[in-house]
């Protein structure tokens, strides 16, 4: 059992607006899991990702499967 805390970040590519979306990639290596949360609401719940489903939903949106426009 690891008792590393969340160290909580938002993406460079936010413009502050709030509505973003916050990681603490940090307890990857020791839980397998990345916590993501609503930077609005930051002592509310968090979403556990699957370190692997975290990777792949990145590597999508760099690829841009993601894209609307």
């Not at 839980?31 to 719940?45: F, L």
Request: proline share 6%; with cysteine.
């Amino acid at each position: 059992m690891t008792t590393e805390s969340p160290r909580w970040y938002t993406s460079s590519y936010s413009n502050n607006g709030g509505a973003c979306v916050q990681v603490a990639t940090n307890l990857a290596a020791t839980t397998s899991t990345v916590p993501v949360r609503d930077s609005k609401n930051p002592t509310g719940p968090a979403l556990g990702l699957h370190a692997d489903v975290y990777a792949a939903f990145v590597t999508g949106i760099k690829d841009g499967r993601f894209d609307t426009a």
